[in-house]
T-cell receptor, first 110, second 113 residues
Framework: ELKVEQNPLFLSMQEGKNYTIYCDYS?????LYWYRQDPGKSLESLFV?????AVKQEGRLMASLDTKARLSTLHITAAVHDLSATYFC??????????FGQGTRLTINP | DTGVSQDPRHKITKRGQNVTFRCDPI?????LYWYRQTLGQGPEFLTY????????KSRLLSDRFSAERPKGSFSTLEIQRTEQGDSAMYLC???????????FGQGTRLTVV
């Protein structure tokens, strides 16, 4: 059974700081997704990582995938308040059926 | 709007009542998925369809839950004899074999009182 674990689950940081969210998964997969979710809202797709060594960047967020280590990271650079949200990683079990991590609730303080 | 559409967005029901949710996928997407998300947790897979065929069901989908996709287009998820533990956000997503990802709808938030 595929398990996906995120670390940390809660993160409070100051604006302007850098931090990384980690996503570990238990079985082989070469597709991993990062989503953002605001309170009461649905999932907003951030990144789709499709191969080992994939790195994608959008604004202050950068995601990477190491399929050999079964690890993905979401790096936040010079955080701003607007990035406060819950971030989920999800691993494709096949046929785009996703197993999600528990989520990382990120709070960025002025 | 050509995204995944879910209806209703919110539903409050009394315990023991039946409820039905609808999902309209992106046009021509042949795969459709249902997930459930409880407060503070990540979404959990419930079931998925390829065209009108229901290919997989999670053990989370008890016999009170039934999903259909009669013509391979929209789908419905029915919960019979609702319980307070059914309170959650129900998310629908769709994809095609040509896509690298599934696209999520806005969700239906169910509250059982």
């Amino acid at each position: 059974e595929l398990k996906v674990e995120q670390n940390p689950l809660f993160l409070s940081m100051q604006e302007g700081k850098n931090y990384t969210i980690y996503c570990d998964y238990s079985t082989t997969s070469d597709r991993l997704y990062w989503y953002r979710q605001d309170p009461g809202k649905s999932l907003e797709s951030l990144f789709v990582l499709l191969s080992n060594g994939a790195v994608k960047q959008e604004g202050r967020l950068m995601a990477s995938l190491d399929t050999k280590a079964r690890l993905s990271t979401l790096h936040i650079t010079a955080a701003v308040h607007d990035l406060s949200a819950t971030y989920f990683c999800a691993v494709d079990e096949g046929a785009q059926k996703l197993v999600f991590g528990q989520g990382t609730r990120l709070t960025i303080n002025p | 709007d050509t995204g995944v559409s879910q209806d209703p967005r919110h539903k409050i029901t009394k315990r023991g009542q039946n409820v039905t949710f609808r999902c309209d996928p992106i046009s021509e997407h042949n795969r459709l998925y249902w997930y459930r998300q409880t407060l503070g947790q990540g979404p959990e897979f419930l079931t998925y369809f390829q065209n009108e065929a229901q290919l997989e069901k999670s053990r989370l989908l008890s016999d009170r839950f039934s999903a259909e996709r009669p013509k391979g287009s929209f789908s419905t998820l029915e919960i019979q004899r609702t319980e307070q533990g059914d309170s959650a956000m129900y998310l629908c997503a769709s994809s095609s074999r040509l896509n690298t990802e599934a696209f999520f709808g806005q969700g239906t938030r169910l509250t059982v009182v």
